[in-house]
């Protein structure tokens, strides 16, 4: 029988990850109103569990099903698809991000990965508004703080996230993992 | 291939990427042309006309933000921030307060998600009810309030680029 790439186990556990973003999303509030601060809690969950799922395409997945949870919660400014490829966009930056950097557990290549994936979300909006018919005004106003938003603040999750897989390594949960699995 | 220069490589990638989005933006904006039947020749790329009677009379463009103060509210159903210049500083610093009288009725529009929202002046005056632009995620104004007919997600005018004010 042939192998399946990700166990059953893995899947639950990036379910789990998936409704945790979307969850964080919702409730977790940080008291500033800068572009992309979301991306603090977001990014730290989305590293986390690549880190605990080390396999290409784990964060692309995550991406994927917290969209589709987001976008049949109706969440967005600009419709179920617009909500849904930005999720999934997350997670397909941040898979091309590590494919390169490889740890996310580097305190320093998290943080990269985690803007680049970061930035991917605010790389399709801009593109999807460009397609949908987006007026020129104020974008490029609204675009330059964007991008530093999204960055910061990507960053500053992926080093969360690097930092709480340190932490979880140190706790022994990485063995307790592979023996669950 | 060392693991400092995948970060060098990869901050490269991220440089070129944030390159890449505001060059396009900034040959977007200096090929924007009126798209609107007699606009002026001189119609500043990514503003907002703001029409009186018809008539267009201003043009609210980024530079106009940095003499607006900003002001927020929290959405009780998200518990989101809203903050953004109000609708009344924008329309005082473009048209004056002579001009804009309690029966003028001001229409925000947005071609492109085909929403308005009809307004009269004494409500978007009040303080009260802020009714504001709050700067999209992808950078576009959006037009909020705690005026019922403009508090929740899908009542607010994404993507703003007309405004037009009657006055009798």
């Given at each position: 029988?042939?192998?399946?790439?990700f166990?059953?186990?893995?899947?639950?556990?990036?379910?789990?990850?998936?409704?945790?973003?979307?969850?964080?999303?919702?409730?977790?509030?940080f008291?500033?109103?800068?572009?992309?601060h979301s991306?603090?809690f977001?990014?730290?969950?989305v590293?986390?569990g690549?880190g605990?799922?080390?396999?290409?395409?784990?964060?692309?997945?995550?991406?994927?099903?917290s969209?589709?949870?987001?976008?049949?919660?109706?969440?967005?400014?600009?419709?179920?698809?617009?909500?849904?490829?930005?999720?999934?966009?997350?997670?397909?930056?941040?898979?091309?991000?590590?494919?390169?950097?490889?740890?996310?557990?580097h305190?320093?290549?998290?943080?990269?990965?985690?803007?680049?994936?970061?930035?991917?979300?605010l790389?399709?909006?801009?593109?999807?508004?460009i397609v949908?018919?987006?007026?020129?005004?104020?974008?490029?106003?609204?675009?330059?703080?964007?991008?530093v938003?999204?960055?910061?603040?990507?960053?500053?999750?992926?080093?969360?996230?690097?930092?709480?897989?340190r932490?979880?390594?140190?706790?022994?949960?990485?063995?307790?993992?592979a023996e669950?699995? | 291939?060392?693991?400092?220069?995948?970060?060098?490589?990869?901050?490269?990638?991220?440089?070129?990427?944030?390159?890449?989005?505001?060059?396009?933006?900034?040959?977007?904006r200096?090929?924007?042309?009126?798209?609107?039947?007699?606009?002026?020749?001189?119609?500043p790329?990514?503003?907002?006309?703001?029409?009186?009677?018809?008539?267009?009379?201003?043009?609210f463009t980024?530079?106009?933000?940095?003499?607006?103060?900003?002001?927020?509210?929290v959405?009780?159903?998200?518990?989101?921030t809203?903050e953004?210049?109000?609708?009344?500083?924008?329309?005082?610093?473009?048209?004056?307060p002579?001009?804009?009288?309690?029966?003028?009725?001001?229409?925000?529009a947005?071609?492109?998600?085909?929403?308005?929202?009809?307004?009269?002046?004494?409500?978007?005056?009040?303080?009260?009810?802020?009714?504001?632009?709050?700067?999209s995620g992808?950078?576009?104004l959006?037009?909020?309030?705690l005026?019922?007919?403009l508090?929740?997600?899908?009542?607010?005018?994404?993507?703003?680029?007309?405004?037009?004010?009657?006055?009798?």
């Open positions: 029988m042939k192998k399946r790439y166990t059953t186990f893995e899947l639950i556990l990036l379910a789990l990850f998936s409704a945790l973003i979307v969850v964080a999303k919702i409730a977790l509030r008291p500033i109103t800068l572009s992309g991306g603090i977001w990014m730290a969950i590293i986390v690549a605990i799922v080390p396999k290409p395409g784990a964060t692309s997945l995550m991406g994927l099903t969209g589709l949870i987001a976008a049949f919660l109706g969440m967005g400014d600009f419709g179920a698809l617009n909500t849904f490829m930005s999720y999934t966009f997350v997670g397909v930056g941040t898979d091309i991000a590590l494919w390169l950097l490889r740890d996310p557990e305190l320093i290549g998290a943080p990269v990965a985690a803007a680049i994936g970061h930035l991917a979300k790389l399709f909006k801009w593109v999807f508004g949908s018919g987006t007026p020129v005004g104020f974008v490029a106003l609204g675009l330059a703080k964007a991008v938003g999204y960055i910061v603040f990507g960053a500053l999750g992926g080093l969360l996230g690097a930092l709480t897989l932490a979880l390594r140190r706790a022994g949960f990485f063995t307790y993992l669950k699995r | 291939m060392t693991q400092r220069n995948r970060i060098v490589i990869a901050v490269i990638l991220l440089a070129a990427l944030i390159g890449g989005m505001l060059g396009v933006e900034a040959l977007r200096s090929a924007a042309q009126p798209d609107l039947p007699g606009e002026e020749a001189d119609y790329p990514g503003s907002i006309p703001v029409r009186l009677n018809g008539d267009v009379l201003a043009y980024p530079d106009d933000l940095d003499s607006l103060d900003t002001v927020s509210f959405v009780d159903e998200e518990g989101k809203q953004g210049w109000l609708l009344r500083d924008v329309l005082l610093l473009l048209l004056g002579t001009r804009l009288t309690d029966a003028c009725v001001i229409t925000v947005s071609s492109s998600r085909e929403k308005s929202v009809d307004l009269t002046w004494v409500e978007v005056a009040d303080e009260a009810n802020k009714v504001l632009f709050d700067l992808r950078g576009t959006k037009l909020v309030s005026l019922e007919r508090d929740v997600r899908d009542e607010w005018i994404q993507d703003v680029d007309r405004i037009d004010v009657v006055c009798p």
